[in-house]
């Protein structure tokens, strides 16, 4: 295995915690390996530390552009998910959060550099002095950009069961309401101020807005029953590090709905559909 290759995992992991797309960081690990073909006639003492400082880079300039094209996203604009490996290992649950969706929906709301100087600093475990010569920023910049993230994280910080098994328990629970109709099961799920967000892209038959409220939620997941199709069919699987629904249509993905918890009730329901986003499954 080349030493480009060696790197690709770590590389495609910075990369979709920072872009919250697979397809972008996709994007971003090819442009890397192309940079470092080129500068393999040079002397690189760190390859890991070259390739994650082109990678971070690369990701810091797409995010600018991500944003200002998400203006014109149809309806809300959620991380696009992707299939994990089950494990309950309490290492990997740990680990799990920071690829979870409900995080990543919480790093939309950091600056593209505070984005990027937590996840450095707090995932990946690099100094503030590593973190500055990856940005190109001095090392008190850093710290005071990880400040800042910080507090709004800690301020807002998404729910997460003790354990994937207690997850999975309340997705199973979720899951069966959903298919059989069952609205006063799912309230029983739900916390009072539960939300709901759909991703369609406009590519797919999604709210446009979020709904809010126990019974709203409940009414609308619930009503989904009367709108199967024949070949529709649910089942659990492992998606961005915890168990989730996915719906298929006569065995293509048809929808992948994530909830968040504390293992004792469903705070957020997210659910994506737009089939562009839906290949990872």
């Not at 002095?129 to 008190?140: N, Q, V």
């Not at 590519?203 to 446009?208: F, N, P, V, Y």
């Not at 409940?218 to 915890?242: C, H, Q, T």
């Not at 968040?260 to 957020?268: F, L």
């Amino acid at each position: 295995m080349g030493t480009f290759e060696e790197h690709r995992r770590y590389l495609f992991a910075i990369a979709y915690r920072m872009l919250g797309s697979a397809a972008d960081a996709d994007d971003m690990v090819q442009e890397a390996y192309v940079r470092w073909e080129a500068a393999a006639a040079t002397e690189i003492r760190s390859p890991r530390a070259f390739l994650a400082t082109v990678v971070s880079r690369l990701c810091l300039d797409r995010l600018k552009d991500a944003h200002a094209s998400r203006v014109d996203y149809v309806g809300p604009w959620l991380p696009e998910p992707i299939r994990t490996e089950a494990d309950d290992a309490p290492d990997v649950v740990a680990a799990a959060e920071s690829i979870s969706q409900a995080f990543l929906v919480l790093l939309e709301s950091l600056t593209p550099l505070e984005r990027a100087v937590h996840l450095l600093h707090e995932v990946f475990d690099y100094s503030h002095d590593e973190i500055a010569g990856i940005l190109d920023r001095d090392a008190a910049t850093c710290r005071k950009l990880l400040e800042r993230a910080r507090k709004d994280i800690v301020a807002r910080r998404p729910r997460f069961a003790p354990s994937k098994e207690t997850h999975r328990a309340l997705v199973g629970g979720f899951a069966a309401a959903v298919v059989n109709g069952d609205v006063a099961a799912l309230e029983r799920l739900l916390v009072e101020d539960v939300h709901a967000v759909s991703d369609g892209g406009g590519k797919a038959s999604a709210a446009r807005k979020p709904v809010v409220g126990r019974a709203a939620v409940a009414k609308f997941y619930g009503g989904l029953a009367r709108l199967a199709v024949d070949g529709s069919s649910a089942d659990i699987v492992e998606v961005n590090g915890w168990p989730a629904m996915v719906v298929r249509v006569n065995g293509a993905v048809f929808a992948v709905i994530q909830v968040e918890t504390d293992g004792a009730a469903i705070y957020a329901v997210r659910s994506t559909l737009n089939p562009d986003k839906l290949s990872r499954i």
